[in-house]
């Protein structure tokens, strides 16, 4: 894998302005009005001049308004109480085609964005998977795949009562009747439960617990650590509203993914709950913190397509054409959340400001994940390190050492015992096949990584640790001072990498993956919990 190159603008900027921290958002961004005018929010802007107005219902709002006062009649409220609803109807039909014809500078001068594109601001979900050939999509959805789909929802509905239920277990709460309605789920029930109870661990099988919660992982997961942080209460939310948002969330990843699924982000979630726990961090994070770390971790890649930024935007796909090449996913990512937390209502009882703010640091967040943008990362946190100027007292610190535990968090993998690096592995390099597949049917440049008969799993991993994990976790070590789970880390991503060397210089790479003989023997307290993977 080659080395990342060139470092992006400027250093990060952190500033502190209560609610409204922005670390390293884009490093061309212009600074922030104070006051925030009612109508719409000031741009977010990246990389390329692209600006992102994410109050966009606002904007149509202010068309309608200019609208109807050019044609001279009722703005806004004042609209006459004895239209009815068909004529309501009608006229909102009107506005929208009026909106289509004559609205096209206005947007481009708001958002900078085609107006072929402008439809993507509203709440867009499910809506990042290539058209390239309608033939790929229809053999993957038969019948009987649409049944199993069916099935999956509905044991997800289950899932939900059983987490409830799990709750009332876990807080003593047992039933006295002799006969319960539960008998079926008890022994998933306990299994679960169990492995909750050890969710601090670094060692956590997230594949095993995605099984005991019937594909539920995710929302179960983030349930329980909301849970055990109060964040539930302190933020005052309504649970229906959580279990909505966190449903949208888990269903718009693509479980097709070998990678990018919802299992990855609980994965990602729970490494982050980890990191939260380091002692250095744990005593000087605040509720905001701790919320906004769990919910950038649990999206960082909701509803990704299974294929990078490169493919994208050499297909022209219309997110690429959107987010102007730069940083596609990541801008959809974090979008598609946004979309989701509006249309849940998750935060609507909070002050307008307050939860615009935190749009805008999980936006910071979830960009950050940006693997274009790792040198930038890399070198202002080893800079911070040399100078001893980190100050976890000011939020903008806070936050951007939140930056990088999400980064820490999504390439963990290496980082986890042999059997959970190992699966997770051989994964990510069967989407980047599948992809050089796709490219390779379409006459297309394969991508680097994505040759299956030129690029190995032990090849590919053995350069992503080299050049992508190493240096990333030496600074989180240095930063941790080091910390019982960061040793055990280091200790597991060196082990990883020496198996993963061996194979790559075997004879037979795809028989010796096997062979116990080429492989490292697992040493004494690796796999368990005696490995000090638990965090206190």
């Not at 002799?178 to 099988?205: E, R």
């Not at 919320?291 to 509803?303: Q, Y």
Request: proline letters at 5%; hydrophobic letters at 35%.
């Amino acid at each position: 894998m080659p080395v990342l190159e060139g470092l992006w603008g400027q250093d990060l900027r952190m500033r502190d302005s209560g609610l409204g921290v922005e670390v390293g958002v884009c490093a061309e961004e212009a600074p922030r009005s104070p006051v925030w005018g009612p109508l719409r929010m000031p741009p977010v802007t990246c990389g390329g001049g692209l600006s992102l107005a994410l109050e966009l219902p606002a904007l149509i709002r202010q068309l309608r308004a200019a609208w109807r006062a050019r044609r001279g009649g009722p703005v806004g409220p004042e609209r006459s109480e004895a239209s009815t609803w068909e004529e309501a109807e009608k006229e909102d039909a009107e506005e929208v085609m009026l909106e289509r014809e004559d609205g096209s500078s206005r947007l481009k001068a708001d958002c900078k964005l085609n107006t072929d594109h402008a439809g993507v601001l509203l709440v867009e979900r499910r809506g990042s998977y290539p058209l390239i050939d309608l033939q790929i999509l229809k053999s993957n959805v038969q019948q009987g795949e649409v049944a199993s789909g069916t099935r999956r929802k509905v044991k997800r509905q289950l899932s939900f009562q059983r987490y409830c239920h799990a709750s009332r277990l876990l807080r003593g709460l047992v039933p006295r009747t002799p006969v319960s309605l539960h008998l079926l789920d008890d022994g998933y029930l306990g299994q679960a439960a169990h492995m909750l109870s050890k969710v601090a661990t670094w060692n956590f099988d997230i594949f095993l617990f995605d099984r005991l919660t019937n594909g539920n992982s995710l929302v179960t997961l983030m349930c329980h650590l909301f849970n055990v942080y109060g964040l539930i209460h302190h933020f005052q939310l309504d649970m229906v509203k959580l279990h909505r948002f966190l449903g949208m969330v888990q269903e718009d990843y693509h479980s097709q993914n070998p990678y990018h699924n919802a299992v990855h982000a609980a994965d990602v979630t729970q490494a982050m709950y980890c990191y939260l726990k380091e002692p250095k961090l744990a005593e000087q994070l605040s509720p905001l913190d701790v919320f906004l770390g769990l919910m950038a971790a649990a999206a960082h890649d909701v509803d990704h397509p299974g294929v990078n930024q490169p493919f994208l935007i050499k297909t022209r796909h219309h997110l690429a054409s959107l987010y102007q090449n730069t940083s596609v996913l990541e801008s959809h990512h974090w979008r598609s959340t946004v979309g989701m937390l509006r249309e849940s209502g998750l935060l609507s009882h909070l002050p307008a400001d307050m939860s615009q703010d935190i749009e805008q640091q999980l936006g910071s967040l979830i960009l950050a994940t940006d693997i274009s943008r790792q040198n930038e990362f890399l070198l202002t946190f080893r800079e911070h390190l040399d100078h001893r100027d980190l100050d976890l007292e000011l939020p903008s610190h806070r936050h951007f050492i939140l930056q990088i535990a999400l980064k820490c968090a999504d390439v963990c993998n290496p980082c986890r015992v042999w059997e959970l690096s190992r699966q997770w592995s051989e994964r990510v390099c069967e989407e980047f096949y599948r992809q050089g597949d796709l490219e390779r049917k379409f006459d297309l440049e394969i991508s680097p990584l994505c040759n299956q008969q030129a690029d190995s799993v032990p090849a590919i991993q053995t350069g992503f640790i080299s050049y992508i994990v190493e240096p990333l976790f030496e600074e989180w070590h240095r930063f941790t001072e080091p910390s019982l789970l960061s040793r055990t880390m280091m200790g597991q991503l060196h082990q990883n990498k020496a198996r993963w060397s061996r194979l790559r210089y075997a004879r037979t790479p795809s028989a010796t993956q096997m062979d116990p003989q080429v492989e490292e023997p697992e040493p004494a307290g690796s796999s368990g919990e005696e490995d000090g993977g638990d965090i206190p």
